[in-house]
């Protein structure tokens, strides 16, 4: 195989796996270095929008015709995209972004105090003189610009200069998109003006919560006053304010730490480095580190942290945070401490922020791996190991794999998960409400999802695969067997997997075809590295759909059956969230800014809702 088949970035198979969170990506060269860093509200949408069959300009399919990989960082906030995007930048100033020339002249918002009805504008100089209002400095003239928008659409403050101001005889678009209440034609009294000002400013110097009730307040006294068109706009007003303060999660508490959490699925395992600066996070990294040994994740944890600090010259800060308990921590903490000359501490369990950042790290490491072991180049040498395991005279093209989940008989499902060289097909998977069979008959579940499906099979509805597996050893393959010979299905290869004693991954044991033909492969074997991963893949899509058909049933009338959660506190919940869909895609931090609402029982709530 030549080197460019080696290095050739597939772009399809990359964005597969990529996450709809917020974050930071960086493009990389053939030779790993940074082509470009930027961020994102949605990470899967904005890369997906590189590699369209149209509308890219010349530099930007220049840029794209380079990348040989791309490394994200997901962030709890687009806020947080944006603060890393430019810590990066600076750092690596890569070819393709845009570099400023003066590093030194930070942003301001300024407000005059000297204008009738001042302006919120972006000044890089701050005046000595007493002129006005400034925040600031600000570390990216983006998060400026960003503020000032939201700013300007929620308060419709005015963005236009001194000059044109003056000379407006009738109002500007901005008026009529509702971006501006048109002072330069006297729509607008000073007075009120002056109040929406003060509002926009109230929510920059952090006192957005004031704001919200203040508008709420005036909202239920206009609704009282039959002033309807008021109300709603103030509604309207007090909900976008909700959204900005969600969206501000941004821990400003402070704290150096270094966020190490590990991740490990059949086939490989991945470290993320999280870097956490006066509590702003400044970037991260990933590792792929070989488990040879097959070391537990604690062991794994400790030597790896001793060497990233003790074997090489990183900054150790005053704190380290790892996702599991580190082997011999009081020793290496001891080293660590001795090493830096001061003492560093390491912990992983952790609450507040510190979990939050943990969470985070664990997000990474997560998103990373599975990136990398969805690589078409990897999935494809799997293919063709498993075809050499099973003794195919062709490597199969397509498999799928069965599984059943249910509580105590409560909402049976089945799962069907197909994979094909390119991995996850999730147009083409499928679950099965299971009905009329006894509780906790898993046999009697498989039989039906499997007869179902291999009816719509063999009368060619659905395209066949090479491979069924099933989860479950000698059983779930016999039944797989009788269902097979029912329908005349005799060209598909059957494999059960049975795990081993101990349940733990590298154990278990194929029945091929028949309970009569079993194997065992190493542990290390790519073939059952794709085994456990459809496997796996298929747990997880039962579970879900389980979790989905139980709860369906559980969540008629939610709020009443929440114990602690009387008339008032769901007057409070329904008035903070404007009802019971804005209830259930509230986050716990959401759930514990309602007045009455406490973080212990903001997750009671969550928990009831989701589960």
């Not at 380079?66 to 995209?81: G, H, L, N, Y």
């Not at 008629?556 to 007057?571: A, D, M, N, V, Y």
Request: glycine share 6%; net charge positive; aromatic share 6%.
């Amino acid at each position: 195989m030549n080197d460019e088949v080696i290095t050739a970035f597939d772009p399809r198979q990359f964005l597969k796996t990529v996450t709809e969170s917020p974050g930071v990506y960086r493009m990389l060269d053939e030779h790993e270095n940074v082509l470009y860093v930027g961020k994102a509200k949605r990470l899967k949408a904005r890369l997906s929008s590189y590699f369209r069959n149209t509308g890219l300009n010349a530099k930007t399919q220049a840029l794209v015709s380079r990348i040989r990989d791309i490394q994200v960082t997901v962030t709890r906030s687009e806020t947080e995209a944006l603060l890393l995007e430019q810590t990066l930048i600076k750092q690596q100033r890569p070819p393709y972004n845009i570099l400023l020339r003066d590093d030194k002249s930070y942003p301001y918002i300024f407000a005059s105090d000297r204008h009738p009805y001042p302006a919120l504008e972006l000044r890089r100089v701050r005046q000595k003189r007493g002129d006005g209002r400034y925040f600031g400095p600000f570390t990216s003239s983006g998060a400026v610009r960003e503020s000032l928008s939201l700013m300007q659409k929620i308060f419709r403050i005015r963005n236009c200069e001194d000059s044109v101001f003056a000379h407006r005889s009738r109002p500007c678009l901005q008026y009529q998109i509702d971006r501006c209440t048109a002072p330069c034609v006297g729509h607008i009294t000073q007075e009120d003006y002056q109040r929406d000002l003060n509002h926009a400013l109230m929510c920059m110097e952090g006192k957005s919560d004031q704001v919200t009730q203040k508008l709420y307040t005036d909202m239920e006294a206009a609704a009282k006053a039959l002033q309807f068109e008021q109300a709603a706009f103030l509604r309207d007003q007090v909900q976008q304010l909700r959204r900005l303060q969600s969206q501000q999660s941004v821990d400003t508490a402070g704290g150096d730490a270094d966020v190490f959490a590990l991740a490990e699925r059949p086939g490989g395992l991945c470290v993320s480095v999280l870097i956490i600066r006066q509590g702003r996070v400044l970037g991260s990294r990933h590792h792929m580190p070989d488990n040879g040994l097959d070391l537990s994740s604690e062991a794994l944890l400790s030597s790896f942290v001793s060497q990233y600090y003790l074997g090489q010259s990183n900054e150790m800060p005053t704190e380290v945070l790892t996702s599991h308990a580190v082997e011999d921590r009081e020793i290496l903490q001891d080293a660590l401490s001795e090493h830096a000359e001061r003492r560093v501490r390491i912990a992983h369990q952790v609450r507040g922020h510190r979990a939050q950042w943990l969470e985070l790290a664990q997000t990474n490491a997560d998103q990373h791996l599975a990136t990398k072991l969805a690589s078409r180049q990897q999935l494809n040498a799997r293919f063709k190991a498993l075809a050499q395991a099973l003794d195919l005279e062709e490597t199969p093209q397509r498999m799928e794999c069965f599984d059943i989940s249910h509580s105590s008989g409560e909402a049976t499902v089945a799962s069907c998960v197909v994979f094909d060289q390119s991995g996850p097909i999730k147009s083409d998977y499928r679950r099965f409400n299971i009905e009329g069979v006894a509780a906790g008959d898993d046999y009697a579940a498989m039989r039906q999802a499997l007869t179902r499906r291999y009816k719509r099979i063999q009368s060619g509805d659905v395209a066949r695969p090479d491979i069924l597996i099933v989860d479950g050893g000698k059983g779930q393959l016999n039944m797989a067997r009788e269902v097979f010979e029912e329908q005349g299905v005799f060209d598909i290869v059957l494999l059960g997997v049975a795990k081993g004693t101990t349940r733990k991954p590298g154990l278990e044991t194929l029945f091929i075809d028949t309970v009569e033909r079993s194997m065992t492969l190493e542990s290390s074997s790519g073939a059952l590295h794709l085994i456990q991963h459809i496997r796996d893949e298929a747990h997880r899509f039962a579970i879900t759909g389980h979790r989905q058909q139980r709860d369906k049933a559980r969540r008629s009338s939610t709020l009443q059956e929440i114990p602690g959660i009387g008339p008032k506190r769901r007057r409070e919940l329904l008035r903070h969230f404007g009802g019971l869909q804005g209830i259930r895609n509230a986050s716990r931090d959401d759930l514990a800014r309602v007045p009455g609402i406490n973080a212990q029982l903001a997750t009671q709530i969550h928990q009831a809702l989701h589960g």
